[in-house]
């Protein structure tokens, strides 16, 4: 009876180790900071100007759990526009970083102390900033448009943007001021950041005929790209081109080449003509890499926003458009001279994201033709 009395206390004893054991083991896991996952996901669009960023950073913003900021780091470029794209990287991705971690003191380096939300760079591209709590007249829920937001949501205060930025579960920004992915290999691996990246390319040849139609908004930037002298004559404008594609080579050769092990399944390449070719399809992709649900209202509103009949005419407005007219604008109305002008400084980056030279005038017009490599990168090559 003694011996069957202590079997049984052995027993007990070598069960209340093992829960002991595996309360511990739980106890360190749950207080490693390595273990530990954000709560709210962080999405950056990599594009460059022209590049349909502004209509893709659409796509996001107009999503009820999405707080959405257009080009942050505007501010930074446009304080410190003496110095070279290189030089200001640093900045723009301490900036980035704060922004995604809804710390908007950082603008203190670069805007006044006195200021309203309707100060930040296109604010009113943010349907975040235009609803509850940033503005009250609208529901989380509305499609918003800009006119509407700048016309009744401009004069809230500035903490208001990070109140409404602590409130969302994705936070996603668009830049067009980042020229090489690996800059951002601090902020993939930070423990306090679930960053993930897609990378907008489109057709340079269309973003060469785009930026024609608005030098005088992208002087400043042009010259922060290759400097004011490689800016000027004939040249200027190709010479910012080829840095542009040299950029995209680099980060998508980074992105799913050369990837480090943190980067798998966090890097996305699309290009603008398969999102207005299937405009559907390709946002519903889009929505899974960034764990958003598509729904049927965002499904109706892409639809429309990608059959319409306006052609694209300003800057940043982003309204209804026949999105495959426009993307193939370039192929009626720039001199053939200029393509091949165009061709020979991004012929590499053409080559790897799957855009077709073309030989002649009459290919460039013969709207049949596909320019448009199947075999080329797409959403799939998102980092698997």
């Known amino acids: 009876m003694l011996k069957s009395n202590k079997t049984i206390v052995l027993v007990i004893l070598a069960v209340q180790s093992v829960v002991f054991i595996c309360f511990l083991s739980q106890l360190r896991s749950s207080n490693s900071p390595q273990e530990e996952k954000p ?15 502004s209509f893709t950073g659409q796509l996001f913003s107009q999503h009820p759990d999405v707080f959405y900021l257009m080009e942050p780091a505007w501010h930074v470029w446009t304080v410190m526009y003496q110095n070279s794209a290189k030089a200001l990287q640093m900045a723009v991705r301490d900036l980035v970083r704060s922004v995604f971690l809804c710390d908007m003191s ?48 401009s004069k809230y205060p500035f903490s208001k943007v990070e109140e409404a930025c602590k409130s969302y579960s994705h936070i996603v920004l668009k830049e067009v001021r980042f020229f090489d992915l690996t800059v951002l290999y601090p902020l993939l691996t930070d423990p306090a950041l679930n960053l993930k990246i897609i990378h907008l390319v489109r057709d340079p040849r269309a973003v060469f005929h785009s930026r024609e139609k608005w030098v005088p908004e992208l002087v400043r930037d042009s010259n922060i790209v290759v400097g004011p002298k490689k800016n000027q004559g004939e040249m200027g404008p190709y010479n910012v081109m080829q840095e542009i594609c040299k950029s995209h080579i680099r980060i998508y050769k980074e992105g799913s080449q050369t990837r480090p092990s ?25 929505y899974k890499f960034a764990e958003l649900h598509f729904t049927p209202k965002l499904q109706q509103w892409v639809y429309n926003m990608t059959h319409g009949k306006g052609l694209g ?3 940043f407005n982003i309204g209804a458009r026949d999105a495959m007219n426009v993307s193939q604008a370039w192929r009626k109305t720039l001199p053939f001279q200029k393509t091949a002008k165009l061709q020979n400084a991004c012929k590499d980056a053409m080559d790897l994201l799957g855009y077709r030279l073309v030989m002649s005038e009459e290919e460039q017009k013969d709207m049949s033709l596909n320019l448009l490599f199947s075999q080329g990168p797409s959403p799939s090559d998102k980092g698997s």
């Open 39 to 53: 709560s709210q996901v962080h999405l950056l669009i990599l594009s460059s100007w022209r590049s349909g960023s």
């Open 106 to 153: 950082v603008f203190d380096a670069y805007m006044s102390t006195q200021r309203n939300k309707s100060d930040l760079f296109q604010w009113e591209a943010s349907r975040a900033l235009c609803s509850p709590p940033a503005c009250d007249l609208f529901q989380r829920t509305h499609i918003i448009s800009r006119t509407a937001c700048k016309t009744l949501c």
């Open 262 to 286: 943190f980067l798998k399944g966090r890097y996305m390449l699309v290009r603008y003509e398969d999102i207005v070719k299937e405009p559907l399809a390709k946002t519903a992709q889009l």
């Open 313 to 315: 005419t300003q800057t």
